[in-house]
């Protein structure tokens, strides 16, 4: 997996679980929706990338939501490098 072709994938509007582009929805089915004004403003593309410490720096302090968080971003990252990997060269 290259970096370049995952973030290629974020940037740009594959198709993925509609529920993404609803932020507080996302956060509800994840029981996170405590944090709903945390991810405010932000696009789902940006709150992929974040990392522990962007967490805590938003406010949220919970290790065990930012754990969740950082597992679920990571599936959301995984599902678009695996995407762009099988579409090839039609991006």
């Not at 994938?9 to 529920?19: E, K, T």
């Not at 992929?48 to 959301?76: C, H, P, Q, T, W």
């Amino acid at each position: 997996m290259h970096l370049g072709y995952m973030n290629c994938c974020l940037d740009a509007h594959l198709p993925l679980p509609p529920i993404l582009t609803d932020i507080p929805a996302w956060l509800r089915s994840l029981r996170l929706h405590k944090y709903n004004d945390v991810f405010s403003g932000l696009r789902w593309q940006d709150i992929v990338k974040m990392s522990d410490e962007d967490l805590m720096d938003k406010g949220v302090i919970a290790l065990g939501a930012r754990r969740k968080m950082l597992k679920v971003f990571e599936n959301v990252r995984g599902h678009c490098a695996q995407n762009v990997s099988i579409g090839g060269d039609s991006l």
